[in-house]
């Protein structure tokens, strides 16, 4: 059974990039025919799908985040990360990663268990 974690800093300093790294185990994030996506829930608000990288290594966005936001993989370490720049409060949330054969569900099949991540001003 696959398992997802996510790993990077609690804490972001208003303007700055968050990276945030999902290691997978379990199965490998190029196999046929997933999507590991980053999905985040800020407090008091519903799920929000950011985007997805596909086994094959090609990437989907939100279009609201478009010209924010880089999906990238390190496949001989079964790794994906999330980097999100010029971050604001409003970037505070929950962070999961997650997998699925859909690219931009907000109701995968597999999660993390998810990182708070609070942006300071």
């Known amino acids: 059974q696959v398992q997802l974690q996510e790993s990077g800093p609690g804490l972001v300093k208003a303007s700055q990039t968050l990276s945030l790294t999902c290691t997978v185990s379990g199965g490998s994030i190029t196999t046929n025919y997933y999507y590991w996506s980053w999905i985040r829930q800020p407090p008091g608000k519903g799920l929000e799908w950011l985007g997805a990288i596909a086994y094959s290594g090609a990437t989907h966005y939100s279009p609201s985040l478009k010209s924010r936001i880089s999906i990238s993989r390190d496949t001989s370490k079964n790794q994906f990360t999330l980097q999100l720049s010029s971050v604001t409060p409003e970037d505070t949330a929950v962070y999961y990663c997650?997998?699925?054969?859909?690219?931009?569900?907000?109701?995968?099949?597999?999660w993390g268990q998810g990182t708070e991540v609070a942006v300071s001003s």
């Open positions: 997650a997998r699925d054969v859909v690219p931009d569900t907000v109701n995968p099949s597999s």
